[in-house]
C-alpha cells in the first residue's frame, strides 16, 4: 500500500502516525505509534481496543466519533491520553478523513507530554506569564527588552531579618512557603507577573509579558488583597506556632523596560528603570499593613481612591519631591480591612523611658540617643517618642526598651513629640508597655 521509500520515512517519523479503515481497524502504524498504543502492526487491531474507556481519555474517543460522523473534514485537538498501563500523555491529534466510500482516516499525533512537564516545571521556578512568553512567544528565548507601560508592586515583611535570627531555618522556609503561597494566588487573580522572590519579599510586574491597560488599578486592587489576605496567613501561623507576620507594600506606575536581561548562558526576564526603583524606595517607606501608591499611578486610576494620608519624599539624585499616598481602597473595588484615618490614643500608666539607635538601610549607627514613650495607639502599631534629638520623617529607629529591641519609622513630628510606627515589636510588648519601672 505504501512505497519501501514512504515507508523509510514514516519509520523514522518522531510522531505516531496512523491509518486506520472501516471499524477501526489499524491498515499501517508506524513504530512511534506502536509504541504509544501498543498496536500490532499486521492489523489484527482496532484503534478502539488501545484506548481504555476512562474519563481522562474522553475527549480523544469524542475526536474519533466526530471523525466518523463528519466525512471529509479535518480535525484538530490538544487531548489527554492514558494507555492500558495507566501512563498519562499529553497529545495534540491531527485526524483527516479521506471520504464518504473508504472509512480511511489518517491519523498524526505529535507527543507533547515533555513540552508540557518543561513547561510545569519551568512556572515552579519563574511565573505562568513568564513561562508562556519565553516558551511560545516569537523569540521569546533571546536577549532583548522593550518599553512598556506599567506598574511595579514591591513587598517586604517587616522586622523579618530580626524575625530570622529565633526562628530555625527548617520552620522559616515553612513560614516562608506559606505565606509566598497565599500571595501568590492574589497575584494571579489580579494577572500580576511575579518577577522574584526577594528574600521575604515579592517584586511584581503589572502591564508585561502582556499589556494590560488598566495596570495600575490592578496593582493596588491586588495589593490591597495581599494585606486582606495577612489575617489568613497569621492565622495558620498562629495555628503552627509561628509569630504574626506584617507586610509593607509600594507601588508606582511609568515606562520601564521589560524584556529577557542576561548572557547567551543565563537569562532571566526582567523588569528595569525609574520606575522600578521608585517603587522599591516606597516599599521602604511603607509600615506593616499599609500600601503606599505614587501620585502617578493614583492618575492612572479612573476611579476615586480613598486616601489614608498625603506625603512626600525626596528621591536619591532627585531635584524635587515626590508626592505618594497610603491608601485604603479604591471606590467600587478592594477596600483595606480595618483601615483608619484616625488613631486612637491612651496614655501609658508610666512614661517609659528608653535608647534609640538611628538606621541606615541594615546599619544601625553605634551612638545612643535618649527618649521616653508617652503614649500608645489602642492597636500598638505607633508610640509617641520624646527626644531631644532632632528627628526626621521617616527616620528608622532600633528601640531598646528594658533591653527587648524594637524597630520604628518616625512619621511625622507632633506637639507633643514624635509619632513612631513599628516595624516590628518584641514579644511581650504589650506587657513591656505596662510594666512599671523602665530603665534601661
Not at 293 to 306: C, H, L, Q, S
Not at 337 to 349: I, N, V
Not at 371 to 392: I, R
Amino acid at each position: 500500500m505504501l512505497s519501501d521509500h514512504m515507508q523509510y520515512i514514516l519509520a523514522n517519523m518522531e510522531d505516531a502516525v496512523l491509518l486506520t479503515g472501516s471499524g477501526g481497524k489499524v491498515l499501517f502504524a508506524n513504530p512511534a505509534a506502536e509504541k504509544l498504543f501498543g498496536l500490532d502492526v499486521r492489523g489484527r487491531d482496532r484503534l478502539w481496543d488501545a484506548i481504555p474507556y476512562v474519563e481522562e481519555n474522553d475527549a480523544f474517543i469524542q475526536l474519533f466519533i466526530d471523525g466518523g460522523t463528519e466525512r471529509k473534514k479535518s480535525f484538530h485537538s490538544l487531548v489527554d491520553y492514558v494507555n492500558l498501563e495507566g501512563k498519562r500523555f499529553k497529545l495534540h491529534v491531527t485526524l483527516t478523513c479521506q471520504s464518504e466510500d473508504d472509512n480511511f482516516a489518517l491519523i498524526v499525533i505529535h507527543d507533547l507530554t515533555s513540552l508540557f512537564k518543561v513547561h510545569s516545571a519551568f512556572e515552579r521556578y519563574t511565573s505562568p506569564e513568564i513561562a508562556d512568553y519565553v516558551l511560545t512567544a516569537p523569540g521569546g528565548e533571546k536577549q532583548g527588552g522593550r518599553e512598556a507601560d506599567v506598574s511595579v508592586l514591591m513587598s517586604d515583611l517587616r522586622g523579618f531579618t530580626a524575625m530570622s535570627t529565633r526562628i530555625s531555618s527548617e520552620n522559616l522556609i515553612t513560614m516562608l512557603n506559606h505565606y509566598f503561597e497565599i500571595m501568590a494566588a492574589v497575584i494571579k487573580k489580579y494577572q500580576g507577573t511575579i518577577i522574584e522572590f526577594l528574600g521575604d519579599g515579592l517584586f511584581v510586574v503589572f502591564g508585561a509579558p502582556q499589556s494590560m491597560p488598566e495596570h495600575a488599578e490592578a496593582a493596588v486592587s491586588c495589593a490591597i488583597e495581599m494585606q486582606n489576605a495577612m489575617t489568613e496567613v497569621n492565622a495558620w501561623n498562629r495555628e503552627n506556632g509561628y509569630p504574626d507576620l506584617e507586610m509593607g507594600i509600594g507601588i508606582n506606575s511609568g515606562p520601564a523596560v521589560v524584556g529577557n536581561i542576561g548572557s547567551e548562558h543565563k537569562m532571566k526576564y526582567g523588569c528595569m528603570g525609574e520606575t522600578v526603583n521608585l517603587a522599591g524606595r516606597l516599599e521602604s517607606l511603607s509600615l506593616g499593613g499599609e500600601v503606599c501608591i505614587a501620585d502617578r499611578t493614583r492618575k492612572k486610576i479612573p476611579g476615586e481612591v480613598k486616601i489614608l494620608k498625603e506625603s512626600r519624599f525626596m528621591p536619591k539624585g532627585g531635584k524635587e519631591e515626590m508626592k505618594y499616598y497610603v491608601v485604603a481602597g479604591i471606590d467600587g473595588g478592594m477596600t483595606l480591612a480595618g483601615a483608619s484615618e484616625k488613631k486612637r490614643w491612651r496614655t501609658l500608666p508610666k512614661e517609659k523611658e528608653l535608647v534609640f539607635f538611628l538606621l541606615d538601610g541594615k546599619t544601625v549607627d553605634p551612638e545612643p540617643h535618649a527618649g521616653t514613650l508617652t503614649g500608645v495607639t489602642e492597636d500598638e502599631k505607633f508610640c509617641l517618642l520624646s527626644a531631644e534629638y532632632p528627628l526626621q520623617p521617616l527616620q528608622n529607629l532600633m528601640l531598646r526598651i528594658r533591653g527587648p529591641e524594637a524597630y520604628a519609622k518616625v512619621t511625622e513630628r507632633g506637639p507633643d513629640g514624635y509619632i513612631i510606627g513599628f516595624t516590628m515589636k518584641p514579644e511581650g510588648f504589650s506587657d513591656l508597655l505596662a510594666a512599671g519601672d523602665s530603665n534601661d
